[in-house]
């Protein structure tokens, strides 16, 4: 037996058609959606419980480990965390580094890292435990990772946290291997994994990966090395 929850209304959302959706990572109840307008709308269950409004559009939203934070990559560039409450999204800080639209974001399992990829190739790691404060926020490579030939279409941590995959408009993947010191060398690059760009590249046990793209093809990749 399957159920699902409508979200929404049924003449759509207030703030116009969905643009991306991020599902809790705990509480399977929870779901917040970007709206086309510029809203945030939260949900648990079928009954939205909160909605704000950005400055700008947002591509991609994350939730953390236990669902406390919401992370908004924005199309100016900026991320806006949020903390989750019962019927509040609160603005906890903003994060200021990526110069163009923020491309895809996800939080570490662990908890401790949030990694973030926009429309310019670069990809960069902020350490979650600054985010209490406002005014400083720790970002661990300071010049970013900057080694794909095109936009970053999704980044995605291992089960583990030890490993970042990251999939591109440039039709690579690259699997980033040093989340202590981010040192750009432990790396391993695909190249050309999918013909006209990767959609997402998901990494699973036994040094599997698991990707999709524009060729309409699901592949996976074992690492030998």
Same mark, same amino acid.
């Given at each position: ?6 979200? *929404? ?7 116009? &058609? ?6 809790? #990572?705990?509480? @399977? ?8 307008? *510029? ?6 269950? %079928? ?21 406390? =934070?919401?992370?908004? *990559? ?36 662990? !908890?401790?890292?949030?990694? @973030? ?14 985010? &209490?404060?406002? &005014? ?13 030939? %095109? ?12 490993? =970042? ?7 690579? +993947? ?15 690059? =695909?190249?050309?994994?999918? +013909? !006209? ?6 990494? +699973?046990?036994?040094? #599997? ?8 093809? +699901? ?7």
């Amino acid at each position: 037996e399957t159920k699902s929850n409508q979200y *929404g209304y049924p003449n759509g959302f207030d703030g116009g &058609s969905p643009i991306a959706l991020a599902a809790g #990572t705990r509480d @399977s109840q929870l779901a917040a959606i970007s709206t086309y307008h *510029g809203n945030v709308c939260l949900f648990r269950g %079928s009954r939205q419980v909160a909605q704000l409004t950005l400055e700008c559009k947002s591509k991609c939203l994350a939730f953390n480990v236990d669902d406390s =934070l919401l992370a908004v *990559g924005l199309e100016n560039g900026r991320i806006d965390v949020y903390s989750v409450g019962a019927s509040a999204l609160t603005l906890k800080t903003k994060l200021a580094k990526h110069t163009a639209f923020v491309s895809a974001l996800e939080f570490s399992p662990d !908890g401790r890292l949030l990694a @973030s990829a926009c429309n310019n190739r670069l990809i960069y790691f902020w350490q979650t435990s600054s985010f &209490s404060s406002p &005014s400083v926020n720790t970002v661990c490579n300071s010049r970013g990772h900057r080694f794909h030939d %095109s936009a970053v279409n999704s980044v995605r941590f291992s089960a583990d946290s030890t490993v =970042l995959v990251s999939a591109g408009l440039d039709q690579n +993947i690259i699997v980033w291997r040093d989340m202590q010191n981010f040192d750009v060398h432990q790396r391993v690059k =695909l190249d050309m994994c999918h +013909i !006209g760009g990767v959609f997402d590249a998901i990494p +699973i046990e036994n040094n #599997t990966i698991v990707s999709c793209g524009f060729d309409k093809n +699901i592949k996976v990749w074992t690492l030998t090395a």
